[in-house]
């Protein structure tokens, strides 16, 4: 099992920057593929990007362009940089570890002036 702890939310104006961290329990994550998926109220859960062992990324089209995801290996961490924020943006973000099928606890993100 891993532990996956997010942090770095907050309220931003649109057109701000956050970045989000995820912290992970365990070693040698650097071989697993890792994602974040946010969740607006009253809104499914939905894939926001993914960063597969070697470093490539996917991310969905509502945020490509403006989010970018990366990681530290050494630091077993990573993060989501998120800039030119929407409203339709806000929501609560999480990150993911398939192969563990483990959750992190969420982070809130609202965009609003």
């Known amino acids: 099992q891993v532990q996956l702890v997010e942090s770095g939310g907050g309220l931003v104006q649109p057109g701000g920057s956050l970045r989000l961290s995820c912290a992970a329990s365990?070693?040698?994550?650097?071989?697993?593929?890792m994602a974040w998926y946010r969740q607006a109220p009253g809104k499914q859960r939905e894939l926001v990007g993914v960063?597969?062992?070697?470093?490539?990324?996917n991310y969905a089209d509502s945020v490509k362009g403006r989010f970018t995801i990366f990681r530290d290996n050494l630091k077993n961490t990573m993060y989501l940089q998120m800039n030119s924020l929407k409203p339709e943006d806000t929501a609560v973000y999480y990150c993911?570890?398939?192969?563990?099928?483990?959750w992190g606890q969420g982070t809130q993100v609202t965009v609003s002036s």
């Open positions: 993911y570890v398939p192969n563990f099928d483990s």
């Open positions: 365990g070693s040698m994550l650097s071989i697993y593929a």
């Open positions: 960063i597969r062992s070697g470093g490539s990324t």
